[in-house]
């Protein structure tokens, strides 16, 4: 079972060249176990950030930020991450990337066990099966889509299983018809996989579509401004963008993301500027 993720007042200062900048401030939140957690906010507000902070590639500066009631010092085993990038190595075919995380744990065993290599390949089958990927197993990555691509990522990021999957603007680079077959197939693989899921996107409709609740950041400092449950079941599908239901949240969520970022007065400004120009 995933572990849960808890919070409390956390802090992020960055400093440099005589300056410090607040990068985050007064972040309190729980995640829950087998959670689908998405984060939105308008650039800067830190999304990203803490997602970092959340895998142990950055530390905070303050409060505290704790794994199943032990705190997280640094990355571990049980969270793995999946960049916007995909960060495959060239050299590796589908399979040995999918496999590459798995083999150093391996090699690093003082002993190995033929039961240990067994049970990795597979792990590593079943999740280029889940993928889509096995007529591919013995491409290289400059032979793949964007979007093939990012399903190797995936698959390499679940082969350890770990109880938390960390994903920033994962599905960002892609066009619109690939970036909803992967929103499908990481919900199809959150049932399966049954960890908690804390993804980072600039697009409301996909954070909608994807989470069971939606954390919106506003920037400088970076912070929680408000929280909103997903009334959508677990099973979904594409047509649900389109009920009630789920336009009224994706309207309130990018009305609050404007008025928390100024865009609001900015337009405003800009439509004033306009209309004297008119005159």
């Not at 950055?58 to 409060?63: A, I, L, P």
């Not at 290599?117 to 591919?136: K, V």
């Not at 959508?232 to 994706?250: I, N, T």
């Amino acid at each position: 079972m995933a572990a849960p993720i808890s919070i409390r007042s956390l802090g992020k200062s960055f400093h440099g060249r005589g300056q410090s900048i607040e990068a985050l401030r007064g972040i309190d939140l729980e995640i829950a176990d087998n959670e689908f957690i998405t984060f939105v906010g308008a650039s800067g507000c830190g999304k990203s950030t803490l997602l970092r902070i959340i895998a142990g590639l950055e530390s905070h500066s303050s409060g505290q930020l704790q794994l199943d009631g032990q705190p997280i010092e640094g990355p571990g085993r049980e969270r793995a991450m999946v960049f916007q990038h995909y960060s495959l190595y060239p050299w590796l075919t589908v399979m040995q990337n999918i496999k590459f995380s798995r083999r150093l744990k391996v090699v690093a065993d003082t002993v190995r066990h033929d039961g240990d290599i067994e049970t990795a390949d597979g792990r590593a089958c079943a999740l280029l099966a889940l993928m889509g990927l096995e007529p591919f197993a013995d491409a290289y990555p400059s032979q793949l889509s964007g979007g093939m691509q990012q399903r190797v990522a995936i698959a390499r990021a679940l082969m350890g299983k770990p109880d938390i999957l960390l994903m920033d603007e994962p599905f960002g680079a892609l066009d619109a018809q690939t970036r909803e077959v992967m929103h499908d197939l990481i919900r199809h693989v959150h049932r399966l996989e049954k960890s908690t899921i804390v993804f980072v996107t600039h697009d409301v409709e996909e954070a909608i579509y994807l989470g069971t609740r939606v954390v919106l950041m506003a920037p400088r400092p970076g912070r929680i401004d408000s929280q909103y449950p997903v009334p959508l079941p677990a099973e979904r599908h594409q047509d649900m963008k389109l009920s009630p239901e789920f336009l009224a949240l994706k309207r309130d969520i990018l009305a609050r993301i404007r008025e928390t970022s100024g865009m609001r007065s900015e337009l405003e400004m800009l439509e004033k500027l306009s209309a004297g120009m008119r005159e």
